[in-house]
């Protein structure tokens, strides 16, 4: 079983020395591996600031990590040749959160097809490139005589979005990252724009990685689930488990302030204060002034993972009875291998 | 129903463009009432920011009101001068634009572009008032009082959310438009601005229209909700009702279009294309999306109609001689 992507106690570090007040710790000791094989969903959810979105930048290649490595298919993503860099190009494909600032609005949509065709040289006529572009289309749902020699103004942000996740498919990746990709769209077009990722992994065998801050759509799209805050994983495991039960007061906190349209599920006021970066030397649990539970010993010591049920782990002292601990290294070990229902 | 604030009669917003008029509000009628939060929702081009641009006197060329009135205590305030309706933006009807948070001058202390709308409506101050006054503000919307002397730059979203409500209600209005007050802005944030919100509205005793897409922050915050298509307004009720019994096919749509966080479905959207105001469909706008299409629709709009009490929507299926 080759592994797609690795991490190996990753940790990303902005700014100055260990004494630099600007100094920020953006993802700390981070170890996950990916199975190619079967393709799966995988949300990675947190705020603002939590690392996420760090987290995809140092897969694509575009932050290099303080310590660790990062590996594709065995190969570290800085430490390619050319060519395996333009394999790896070829093999993973992004889609932005921003479906307005990718565009160049002097040049039609058909642009951002047409242009990785040429550059990985898909097609070898125009009449083969146009079935090409028109099948990928046609996947996520869009017609391709009303989208093609559109220029972007002229088309609403759900379209341009699935536009990009027709460009993503173009190349038949193995990894497709998915940051944000909702978060600008209407409501009412979220929905088709996420059915198309999950088309394109049960179909296509293409591996996502979901980032976003909403606990509904993570749950509804993905297998498996990493809860980061502060670039430390406060809770993983299986989807159904982590969102069907949040055991981590962090994961409590984000499914509570979810608006659900249920007169019966109403918001509770909770007065939680508003995130703060811990200080730069700060040892124990990053969530410890947030949190309803805060016991001394989370301002010291950061708690361990602590595997409370065979497909999950939480890091949070009110777990430490009866389960044991996972060393941060094995993330993975709770992940589902095989898509669930 | 407590008393009635703010009357809206078939207002129109057109946009002037080479091939006719968009009509961006089209007949649009509401009220509102005092110490009420009405939500809007709809898609993007539906005519909701639009309409609470038109609120504010603030259409500006190739837009123009085109017909409607806006009675706030009953005086008519379509058709009033610029500068007569300058007098009333911000003392009684207060805007939070869409993306207030981009929409702070970063090279301006918070504390004058507090004072800058006080000043504007004449209000003097002495530096002793103003301070007092910044700060009170500034600690009703949940920001420490030593906010007013920093830049933008150095507040987070949600801080300059809260910054863009305290100028809103700077001058206690009686109306507050809060155009997608927390888009971009992650869970956690959002529901504490909206609990700040309400708890404003709460001291002030404002009505709130606020503009929104998503149900489900709808559903946690307002009383009642109107549901624009195609810049008409095609269903308004409470929100209670509207949720459990949507009476309109879009607004079910619209809800039935939320990820639930306990069971898993297939994901839908709606089906289909918001339609080009230029060229809108013959009948119903929305009959080309509709499940329940059937041959009226294609040739005949449906009017508001009292679907249950208190309750309006725009569908030829609650017609019941049919």
Known sequence: MTALIEFRNVSKIFGGGLFD??????????????????????????????????????????????????????????????????????????VFQDPYGVYNPFYKVDHVLTKPIAKFKLASSRQEARKLIENVLETVGLRAEETLGRYPHQMSGGQ???????????????????????????????????????????KFGISIIYITHD??????ISHNMIVLYHGAVSEAGEVNR????????????LMNSIPLPVPERMWHRDNTPPPTKPAADFQGCKFANRCPHVMERCQTQQPPLYQTETQRVVSCYLYEENAPTLDRAGLEKVFVTQPTG | ?????????????????????????????????????????????????????????????????????????????????EDAYKKVRLADIALMPQGAMNSLNPVIRIREQILDGLRDHGVMLTRL???????????????????????????????????????AISMKPKIIIADEPTSALDVVVQKRI???????????GASIIMIGHDMGLMAQTVDRLGVMYAGQMIEIGAISKTLVDPKHPYTRLLIESLPSTTE????????????????????????????????????????LIEAAPWRWAACHLLDTDQ
């Open chain 2, 264 to 303: 898993k479905k297939p994901l839908r959207g709606i089906p289909g294309l918001a339609p080009q105001l230029l060229n809108l469909p013959q009948g119903c706008a929305f009959h080309p999306r509709c499940p329940h299409t059937f041959d009226r629709c294609t040739v005949e709009t449906p009017a």
């Open chain 1, 21 to 94: 007040k600007k100094r920020t710790v953006a993802l700390e000791n981070f170890s996950m591996t990916i199975n190619e094989v079967p393709p799966l969903i995988t949300a990675v959810v947190g705020e603002s600031g939590s690392g996420k979105t760090t987290l995809a930048r140092l897969l694509l290649g575009l932050e290099t990590p303080s310590t660790g490595e990062v590996l594709f298919r065995g190969r570290n993503v800085h430490a390619m040749s050319q060519s395996e860099r333009r394999q790896f190009l070829h093999d993973v494909q992004f």
């Open chain 2, 129 to 167: 008032e103003a301070d007092h006054h910044v700060e009170s503000l500034l600690e009703r919307v949940g920001l420490r009082g030593e906010v007013a002397n920093m830049y933008a730059h150095e507040l987070s979203g949600g801080m300059k959310q809260r910054v863009a409500m305290a100028i």
């Open chain 1, 242 to 253: 982590v969102v069907g039960e949040p055991q981590h007061p962090y994961t409590q906190l």
């Open chain 1, 215 to 220: 606990l509904a759509t993570g749950f509804q």
């Open chain 2, 1 to 81: 129903m407590s008393e009635v604030v703010l009357q809206v009669r078939n207002l129109q917003v057109h946009y002037a463009t080479p091939r006719g008029p968009v009509k961006a509000v089209n007949n649009v009628s509401f009220d509102l009432h005092k110490g009420e939060i009405l939500g809007l929702v709809g898609e993007s081009g539906s005519g909701k920011t639009t309409l609470g641009m038109a609120l504010c006197g603030l259409i500006r060329s190739p837009g123009r009101l085109a017909g409607g009135e806006i009675l706030l205590d009953g005086r008519n305030l379509a058709g009033l001068s």
């Open chain 2, 194 to 204: 909206i609990e700040t919100l309400q708890d404003v509205q709460a001291e002030l």
């Open chain 1, 160 to 202: 341009r979005q699935r536009i990009m996740v027709a460009r993503a498919l173009l190349l038949k990746p193995k990894l497709i990252i998915a940051d944000e990709p909702v978060s600008m769209v209407d409501a009412s077009l979220r929905a088709t724009i996420l059915g198309n990722l999950q088309e394109l992994n049960e």
